[in-house]
């Protein structure tokens, strides 16, 4: 028995032990719950604080962003408010002009800084037909109002800024796992926060506007500056790091994500789960993310260009294992320090109960001796509690117990001889009055159907002799009247032949009847069979049936030994068993079993078994009867059964039936190998007028036994 058997036993059969448990129950039970939900709460709590800091993250990352295009608007709103720059477009000084914004250009790391019209086109420059490119903010702008935001380049319109833009902005795409499916191998477009001021003389009337633009895609600084903000010194903890990360559509364009050792993931995409949340539905999404090849506690929002549509996501982040790691150790610190405590209240719990329950042991070992058949007693116990009071009225209980049972030993002693005495004799007795009961009910059947069909070919062979006479005379007068009137016969020629087939009809229906009531004239010529062929030959013989009915026809022929009979005779029998069965199971998922088997040393037995409607006792009593039949009104003839019972008794043999309402029916024929031929109904009467006498005397015999 391994130890859990040995605890489960222990619990179940010791006193002490069941107490036991009912005190440190509580602590087993209690205390892991108490745990599972530290650690569950832990866990959640730790995830929630590091969600709301990502998210505080994105928000600062998000303000930061909005500063930076503020910064820049006010950059070139100095620009065009400042004296010089507003003397140099008065006096049109294009070579002023130029200096001012290279300056400001280069001091600013805008991509572009242009002066055009308010129709877009460029001023001051030595190719004056280029043309900047028009949206709603060069619209806004026009009207006077300052206006700074996101808007996303083609590679035409980069090409017109800087033909280098096209080449150094092209950016492969790399395979990311989790990403949606893309066709896609390039991003060429561009991401840029285009700030346009509007340029004002003395008057108050706009003469120029300053268009400028500051590249985001590969732009390493722009992302690096949000991170120092974002993530500084002590805002993480050791060994995580801090990203930032700025995505044109699903792409990331510019980032400190690593993709390896002194590498940024350019190129990769974000996940199919994030990128539908964010710009599919325009959500933000604050969760555990897969970002390029780590998990990251991470924040993505949208970005929305001009016109107010979801063109990119910003995304800030921070590693999640130094988290992960640092919450793994303190709960394995808290589940130390619970089992530490729940081994220390099982140690104190089991120690009590040593001192309280030790009296009892010796009562247990009593109880065990007992039971294994030693007379063991508990003796003195010095303890004057309830407990030494309970162990000495033990040992008086044990006494008393054991007298008792040897008495009720020498009772049971005698009383199971008897028993078994009786109860064998009983069952002899029951056993062969069954058997009896069984043999007369089955005599009983059969002889009446014996004389049935003796009574009836007594009869119809004397109907049958009677209107035989008068058909032959009615023959022979036709013949002298057709050779009497010769031609004068031919207007009633057509009645007197219909007559003639009449009564050859009557001679043909006269000969069946002399051939059911004495089988032995009509018998055909006895030979040597195998039952399992002549089986399979009878069911070509039913085959036309199938195409009305549905049912299945299972063989499981074994029989080894060959008969001797009329095949034309047994193939009669068989086919009306078959058909009997196909009706039986009309409307039925109709299954038919036919199965032969060796009978002892003496012939062969062939069952026709089906799952039909079966029969009552009532219905089995009469199947045998002449002009007896189950189905309905005005099918069958009622005489197929009659005849083959008499065919089979006629050879020796014997047709037997077993059925149960609507569980189908079960009929059996024995033939005798060698087959002891029967012509006399009246030798197969005695034969069961003996059987039944010998099944009356044995039941009296039965009844009279005391």
Not at 419 to 441: C, G
Request: aromatic letters at 8%.
């Amino acid at each position: 028995m391994n130890i859990f058997g040995r605890l489960n036993k222990a619990v179940r059969e010791t006193v002490r032990y069941k107490l036991l448990v009912l005190v440190l129950f509580p602590i087993l039970l209690v205390m892991p719950i108490v745990l599972a939900l530290a650690i569950y709460w832990g866990s959640n709590f730790t995830y929630d604080q590091l969600y709301i800091k990502v998210n505080t993250d994105l928000t600062v990352a998000n303000d930061i962003f909005e500063r930076i295009r503020e910064d820049y608007l006010n950059r070139l709103g100095r620009l065009a408010e400042s004296y010089a720059f507003r003397t140099a477009i008065e006096a049109e000084n294009a070579d002023l002009i130029q200096q001012q914004l290279s300056d400001l250009k280069t001091a600013t790391g805008l991509t572009y800084l242009h002066v055009i019209d308010i129709s877009g086109n460029r001023l001051y420059e030595e190719n004056p037909t280029g043309h900047s490119r028009s949206s709603s903010s060069l619209l806004t702008a026009a009207q006077g109002l300052p206006i700074v935001g996101v808007e996303i380049f083609s590679a035409e319109d980069l090409a017109i800024e800087d033909p280098f833009l096209v080449r150094a902005n092209e950016l492969p795409l790399l395979e990311t796992p989790r990403a949606r499916p893309t066709d896609r191998r390039v991003e060429e477009r561009g991401m840029m926060i285009r700030a346009i001021y509007p340029v004002k003389v003395s008057s108050g009337k706009i003469v120029a506007l300053l268009d400028g633009g500051v590249l985001l895609n590969g732009n390493f600084n722009f992302v690096d500056a949000i991170r120092d903000l974002v993530y500084g010194p002590g805002s993480l903890l050791k060994g995580s790091i801090g990203t930032v990360t700025v995505f044109l559509d699903d792409v990331r364009i510019t980032t400190n994500v690593p993709l390896g050792p002194g590498e940024r993931a350019l190129g990769t995409r974000v996940s199919e789960e994030v990128r539908s949340r964010v710009l599919d539905r325009g959500e933000t999404w604050i969760d555990r993310a897969f970002v390029v090849n780590d998990w990251y506690i991470s924040a993505y929002e949208p970005i929305f260009d001009e016109t107010g549509k979801r063109v990119g996501m910003l995304y800030t982040g921070y590693l999640e294992a130094p988290y992960r790691l640092s919450l793994w150790r303190a709960l394995a610190v808290l589940v130390f320090m619970f089992l530490a405590l729940m081994v220390l209240s099982s140690l104190v719990a089991i120690r009590g109960a040593k001192s309280i329950f030790k009296p009892l042991e010796s009562m247990t070992k009593v109880v065990h001796a007992t039971r294994s058949g030693e007379a063991q007693r508990i003796g003195r116990v010095a303890s004057q509690d309830e407990i030494g009071e309970l162990a000495r009225e033990f040992d008086v209980m044990l006494d008393l117990l054991q007298e008792r049972s040897q008495q009720i030993r020498d009772w049971a002693d005698q009383l199971e001889d008897k028993v078994a005495e009786r109860t064998a004799e009983l069952e002899r007795k029951n056993a062969d009055l069954l058997r009896t009961i069984r043999v007369l009910r089955e005599t009983r059947q059969q002889l009446v159907v014996a004389e049935k069909l003796a009574a009836l070919g007594e009869l119809t062979a004397g109907v049958a002799h009677e209107i035989n006479n008068p058909t032959q005379v009615m023959l022979g007068n036709l013949d002298v009247i057709m050779a009497e009137l010769g031609p004068a016969l031919n207007p009633v020629g057509k009645e007197i032949d219909l007559i003639i087939q009449q009564v050859y009809r009557i001679q043909d229906i006269i000969n069946s009847l002399l051939q059911y009531a004495r089988p032995d004239e009509f018998a055909g010529y006895l030979v040597e069979v195998d039952i399992n062929s002549v089986v399979i030959d009878t069911l070509k013989l039913v085959q036309h049936m199938r195409g009305s009915e549905t049912f299945s026809i299972d063989l499981d022929l074994k029989a080894g030994y060959r008969v001797t009979i009329n095949q034309q005779e047994l193939q009669q029998v068989l086919v009306n068993l078959i058909v009997n069965a196909i009706h039986a199971v009309e409307g039925r998922d109709g299954k038919i079993m036919i199965m032969s088997r060796d009978w002892d040393k003496r012939g062969v037995i062939v069952c026709v078994k089906d799952n039909g409607v079966g029969m009552d006792e009532e219905q089995m009593g009469r199947i045998f009867n002449p002009f007896y039949s189950t189905k309905g009104q005005g099918e069958g003839s009622g005489l197929g059964l009659s005849v083959s019972y008499g065919i089979i008794r006629r050879y020796g043999g014997n047709i037997t039936v077993k059925s149960t309402p609507g569980e189908g029916a079960e009929f059996t024929l024995w033939l005798l190998h060698e087959p002891e031929l029967v012509e006399d109904e009246a030798t197969i009467t005695e034969q069961m007028h003996a059987i039944e006498a010998t099944a009356e005397l044995t039941t009296l015999r039965v009844e009279r036994t005391p």
